[in-house]
């Protein structure tokens, strides 16, 4: 039921005077469970869906044209604390009167709801015209603008010029609409969409289009994708989200979209206020990646690697660190290494580091991260030190001159712990490498804890899991390409010049700097061992890449001791870990036999890659490991597997 009341307070009269608006009578009505106002600004319909609990700064999203249409993007924004703005300026077609009318009505919402200064646009097809005729005149106001199948060029609609139907009766509407006398006056007009961008990309708004290419009505290839062009020329931030997987209608024009949630992201990253927190609180340069700007800058090529576990594997801030180097330094030719493997910490990384790293050839700047893996899956301080330390000394022995980033994420642990005032103790360990070889960090755990506790985002609804989600992809993007920003942008003197790092004593005598993986097949086989060359479990439980379809070294309960003769510090066993993962037996040249239970925590759901070291501390000189099946099994498995993708050892 409708509630209608006036709005006498004198205050609220002079600033609606103000903005050249009368006090008018409010209308007030459910919209999708949320209170929605319905009143009038310059005799235009407008109104304003309020949440039920605003978001620090009310960040708000501004709708051009058709209110009703894809709502569920709105829908969703309302119930985390956005407001929703809409004002009716219908047959203007985002002319000059259009924009004026849009200045008031946002003069009256800053006035009368204190909403956020900056407002994400959400835009549908003639909407376009409304949006970005609005922007390009106020982009300091704009913190995103995401366009749903919008008009770019009214030459292309309503005009019909090109390749779309076009609309003779919108056509002349729209020339009444902006006093053009001629069809040749208005071909000539050049303050479409698509025009004078420059000021939009100065102020790095972001924006994203989504299209269907089966649209007729509103063609992309004359709209959406010649804007996104022209601005990513301009140098600023642009995508584009083909839609093609639902129902379209209206030759093309009306589509679902493929990704509501991306949008939705999309807006909150960039609309949500980040309050007095500063990402550069959370970054220590120490000796900084000088080397890498100089390469870039000067010698235009440049190779990046990322190395790490599920977080650096899946697509997401890798992705946009990459776009942000080749957008930085357009002349440059890059390679990108992408060698984060899911479960795999800093020991993990100091012995597959030869094969999925350096292998690659030379690389000048490497990103790396294990703080998550190195404690969920419980490393001892001593192993992530050695882990750490080794995968830092093994590259810089390689390239003195490469650039380093150590990157700490976030998880529930971690949050808990910055909570009680104490530094997680695998941060705590990662920074005593950090200093010690002076590496930059980017404490990610740090920020992404203090940004939900200033009340910026959740973390069940946002970042929603130590996968992060979109949006948490974005924050850690956003704070990496600040760091990157301020890292790149002082000037080059002409005797700036690539220097050596050098190598310290190390901090841990048996650090894993000299690790290596060492093929099954160097192993002589006993009775009951055998190497199936295209290992798969046939189970239906989930597999990782490089441990299925692979050669695996497999053993059953009755195998006979094998022997795996060996140089070095260190031996370990890289593992396939599944719901059969069985106990084994093993020592080290006759010594006492001691036991592993290769079973996992996550056996159950995944043949799990799982490196386990079974002796460190070891003279560096030749020794044997024995190894057998024990009897014995933990009681959560299903057998007394035992499959081995590599030995690994350290060469001190």
């Not at 956020?116 to 609005?134: D, E, M, P, T």
């Not at 357009?330 to 910490?345: D, H, L």
């Not at 703080?371 to 001593?382: G, H």
């Not at 000394?393 to 910055?418: G, I, Q, S, W």
């Amino acid at each position: 039921m409708k509630i209608r009341f006036k709005v006498f307070i004198a205050t609220i009269f002079l600033q609606f005077f103000v903005v050249n608006i009368s006090a008018q009578e409010l209308v007030q009505s459910d919209w999708k469970g949320f209170k929605k106002i319905d009143f009038k600004v310059e005799n235009c319909d407008a109104r304003l869906v309020i949440p039920k609990k605003a978001l620090n700064g009310n960040p708000w999203v501004w709708r051009a044209r058709f209110p009703e249409y894809h709502t569920v993007i709105d829908s969703s924004l309302v119930a985390e604390g956005f407001h929703i703005a809409y004002i009716n300026t219908n047959n203007r077609f985002g002319s000059p009167n259009a924009v004026k009318i849009w200045n008031s009505f946002y003069s009256f919402l800053m006035k009368n709801y204190q909403l956020q200064k900056k407002v994400a646009i959400h835009c549908h097809s003639r909407g376009g015209l409304f949006a970005y005729n609005w922007a390009k005149v106020n982009p300091e106001k704009v913190a995103c603008i995401y366009a749903d199948a919008i008009v770019c060029d009214f030459k292309s609609w309503p005009a019909g010029l090109g390749l779309g139907d076009g609309s003779k009766n919108e056509w002349q509407l729209l020339k009444q609409e902006y006093g053009f006398q001629s069809d040749e006056e208005a071909k000539a007009y050049l303050n479409n969409p698509i025009d004078n961008l420059d000021a939009l990309a100065k102020n790095r708004v972001p924006i994203l289009h989504s299209i269907s290419n089966n649209d007729k009505v509103v063609p992309p290839k004359e709209n959406s994708l010649k804007l996104i062009q022209r601005y990513i020329e301009l140098g600023a931030p642009a995508s584009i989200l083909p839609c093609s997987k639902g129902n379209q209608k209206l030759k093309g024009h009306h589509y679902e979209i493929d990704n509501p949630q991306m949008v939705i992201d999309f807006i909150k990253y960039n609309s949500i206020q980040k309050g007095k927190l500063n990402s550069y609180n959370y970054h220590i340069k120490r000796n900084g990646i000088s080397n890498s700007y100089i390469m870039f800058e000067r010698e235009k090529v440049g190779r990046v690697a990322f190395l790490g576990g599920s977080i650096t594997f899946n697509p997401g801030w890798r992705d946009s660190i990459s776009a942000y180097l080749v957008k930085r330094f357009p002349e440059t030719k890059f390679e990108f290494v992408a060698a984060g493997i899911s479960s795999m910490g800093s020991t993990p990384g100091a012995f597959r580091l030869q094969r999925d790293v350096l292998s690659k050839g030379k690389i000048d700047l490497l990103f790396e991260e294990a703080a998550v893996n190195d404690s969920t899956n419980e490393r001892t301080s001593e192993e992530q030190i050695r882990g750490m330390e080794g995968i830092v000394r093994h590259l810089r022995k390689t390239n003195p001159e490469m650039d380093l980033v150590m990157m700490h994420f976030v998880d529930p642990d971690k949050m808990e712990a910055y909570r009680k005032g104490v530094e997680p103790t695998v941060i705590t360990n990662h920074n005593l490498i950090a200093e010690h070889y002076g590496i930059s960090t980017i404490n990610l755990a740090k920020e992404v804890t203090d940004r939900i506790d200033n009340g910026e985002f959740t973390w069940e609804q946002d970042f929603k899991n130590l996968h992060p989600s979109s949006f948490g992809q974005g924050i850690y993007a956003h704070s990496m390409i600040l760091f990157l920003e301020s890292s790149y942008s002082k000037h080059l003197d002409a005797d700036d010049k690539i220097l050596s790092y050098g190598l310290p004593k190390r901090i841990n005598e048996f650090s894993y700097d000299n690790g290596e993986l060492v093929d099954i097949s160097t192993v002589k086989l006993s009775k009951g061992w055998s190497i199936n060359n295209s290992w798969n479990p046939n189970d239906k439980t989930r597999t990782r890449s490089n441990y299925v379809d692979a050669p695996m070294l497999i053993g059953n309960k009755v195998a006979k001791i094998l022997k795996f003769k060996f140089e070095g510090s260190t031996v370990g066993i890289a593992i396939a870990a599944g719901k059969d993962a069985g106990i084994i037996e093993y020592r080290i040249d006759k010594g006492d036999w001691e036991t592993q239970n290769l079973f996992t925590k996550w056996s159950g759901q995944v043949h799990l890659p799982w490196y386990y070291t079974l002796a460190s501390k070891l003279s560096n000189k030749k020794h044997t490991l024995e190894l057998k099946i024990s009897k014995n099994k933990d009681a959560r498995s299903e057998g007394n597997a035992c499959r081995i993708r590599y030995f690994y050892i350290n060469k001190n």
